[in-house]
């Protein structure tokens, strides 16, 4: 699947012209992950803003004496890394791929 595709298939972007598809196009790149591996840290910068395609990612939130807590699985058709929205701007929450992950990761200083 290409970008635009992918891009077309996101219920975000329903709706959306091709002029806004080419834009967000122009700062997304396919990211494949393995299961396990991170692509959100709570407490760094909240630089980034993924889109699955495929797989499924949980967020957690470390619990002292209990460890990670789940908070929401996330796949196809979801946005990973909200907590840019809000000021401050790093992440409140680890985001970890449960399974193999192909997702687009867009640039969020330039979204």
Not at 88 to 94: C, E, G, N, P, T
């Given at each position: 699947m290409t970008v635009p595709d992918a891009l077309r298939a996101t219920p975000l972007l329903t709706g959306a012209s091709e002029d806004d598809l080419e834009r967000v196009a122009a700062i997304s790149e396919p990211t494949r992950?393995?299961?396990g591996s991170l692509l959100l840290r709570a407490g760094h910068p909240a630089d980034r803003r993924h889109l699955?395609?495929?797989g499924r990612v949980a967020l957690t939130l470390?619990?002292?004496?209990?460890g990670?807590?789940?908070a929401e699985t996330l796949g196809?058709?979801?946005?990973?890394g909200?907590?840019?929205a809000r000021p401050?701007?790093?992440?409140?929450?680890?985001g970890r791929a449960?399974?193999?992950v192909e997702a687009l990761t867009l640039d969020g200083d330039r979204l």
């Open positions: 992950l393995d299961a699955p395609v495929r470390p619990v002292p004496g209990r990670d807590l789940v196809a058709g979801d946005v990973v909200v907590s840019w401050a701007q790093y992440w409140d929450l680890v449960v399974t193999e």
